[in-house]
């Protein structure tokens, strides 16, 4: 019954550009300011798209830990959706910094690094399926 109701897949046009209420700043390298949409914006939209059908997959890959003693944690997210023609899959690679204290320790919880990594992950690859596509194309 779920595959009836959700089970088609949504062009992005369908799913319609990104209204701007749900866009959001923040200030990046070199003086630029990056938009952005948050994960509960993305997790809406896929599930208005797809209800029960879509999934979320996180994997920390191999050095993750190497990369994080240098500042950076990096992972690996991938979003399922089952269709009427079958699953497909959009994988990107979500990241973040691991900002320092003066003291020289890390100013957060690593567990929380990779939180903030998975849901850059699940934006980007959200954005393989057309939702924000427009934000991350530099469209807005």
């Known amino acids: 019954a779920a595959l009836e109701k959700w089970g088609r897949f949504k062009p992005e046009a369908e799913l319609g550009k990104t209204p701007k209420e749900h866009l959001q700043e923040r200030p990046g390298r070199g003086g630029q300011v990056f938009t952005y949409v948050d994960a509960i914006y993305v997790m809406r939209k896929l ?3 797809y209800g029960p059908l879509w999934s ?4 920390l890959p191999e050095g993750w830990l190497i990369a994080a003693s240098k500042g950076q ?3 690996k997210t991938t979003i399922s959706v089952k269709t009427q023609a079958g ?3 959009r994988s990107q690679f979500g990241s973040d910094t691991i900002a320092m204290s003066s003291t020289g320790s890390p100013a957060k ?3 929380d690094s990779v939180k903030a990594a998975a849901t850059d992950g699940l934006k980007k690859a959200a954005s393989l399926f057309g939702i924000a596509r427009d934000v991350y194309a530099g469209e807005v």
């Open 87 to 89: 699953e497909t899959r």
């Open 109 to 111: 919880e690593l567990g």
């Open 56 to 59: 979320v997959d996180v994997e």
């Open 47 to 49: 599930d208005e798209a």
């Open 73 to 75: 944690v990096v992972v």
